[in-house]
């Protein structure tokens, strides 16, 4: 009975100790079509909500890293067909700020039903932990997948990172520093210090401190800086603002040297955050499954 206690107790301490987790709860996909509808009228947002098909089975909220002071969590999209099956994990954006993995659920459906196993972690945000603990957790999220290989049937030989907004940015910085087969970045810069860039505050906030200050940490956290050739083949799927891929040419350029592919697809007239909306969502989600089909990584049964 005293051991029962002590886990209670010890569960609703965690509890507490996670509620007092900061939180901005800014970026939702109603609060992007508040902000954008007054120019683009024709929004829908009914085919991009989350369907939950029959092919596919849900393993919510699983444990993938213990903090100690709370956990991190995912939700992963099986396939119900059996094999072994590819692996897409998914980076939601907000600023390194905000969002939360809810927002990629509609397209892990979608790839799911293609037949791969896509895994939407959560990871820390600058109001509770600074620059590298978002890639020091979206990292775990991949060694987690590899331990559990047997249990979920996923072919680690094939690994993609995909990412919007700043978890664009996640994905291609960690697609430089650790071995994954592809990467698709949805408006996500590559550099935080250049021409095209119009980072700030949100950036600052993340990295600890202006350009200024730590001029070391801004270029360090720019996946630019560390293209080479085990930089897998990478996706670019850009909106109007060229801000938002920041560096994106330079990187391609790169790659183009190592003898490694490389992709950029415009959303015309497209506001950032596209992939949230239609008429954009199914564009952006056949780039992407086009890509995955068409490149190293591959559903194997």
Not at 81 to 104: D, K
Request: charge should be negative; proline fraction near 6%.
């Amino acid at each position: 009975m005293n051991s029962l206690r002590i886990s209670c107790a010890l569960l609703l301490f965690s509890g507490m100790l996670s509620a007092q987790v900061p939180r901005d709860s800014s970026y939702t996909v109603e609060k992007t079509v508040e902000k954008v509808r007054k120019k683009y009228t024709e929004l829908d947002i009914e085919g991009v909500k989350p369907s939950m098909p029959e092919s596919v089975q849900l393993i919510p909220n699983v444990n993938y890293k213990d903090l100690g002071y709370r956990q991190l969590m995912a939700n992963i999209f099986v396939p119900k067909e059996s094999g072994n099956h590819a692996v897409v994990l998914m980076i939601h954006g907000g600023g390194w700020r905000s969002g939360s993995p809810v927002l990629m659920r509609p397209m892990a459906e979608k790839l799911a039903e293609e037949g791969y196993i896509v895994m939407v972690p959560e990871y820390r945000l600058s109001l509770e932990s600074r620059y590298p603990a978002a890639v020091e957790d979206i990292i775990d999220a991949i060694k987690w997948i590899k331990k559990n290989e047997e249990k979920l049937s996923i072919d680690t030989t094939n690994i993609a990172l995909i990412g919007c907004s700043s978890g664009g940015q996640l994905a291609t910085l960690i697609g430089t520093k650790f071995p994954v087969q592809a990467v698709v970045d949805i408006d996500g810069i590559l550099a935080f210090h250049h021409p095209d860039s119009e980072e700030g505050t949100m950036a600052a906030q993340w990295l600890g401190g202006s350009y200024d200050q730590i001029p070391e940490v801004w270029k360090e956290a720019s996946a630019l800086t560390h293209v080479s050739k085990q930089t897998p083949p990478t996706l670019f799927i850009a909106s109007k603002y060229p801000r938002f891929l920041a560096g994106h040419q330079e990187y391609m350029q790169a790659l183009q040297v190592f003898g490694i592919k490389s992709e950029i697809r415009f959303m015309e007239d497209a506001p950032h955050s596209f992939w949230l909306l239609s008429p954009w969502f199914q564009p952006t989600l056949n780039h992407v499954i086009n890509f995955l089909n068409n490149t190293v990584l591959k559903a194997s049964y």
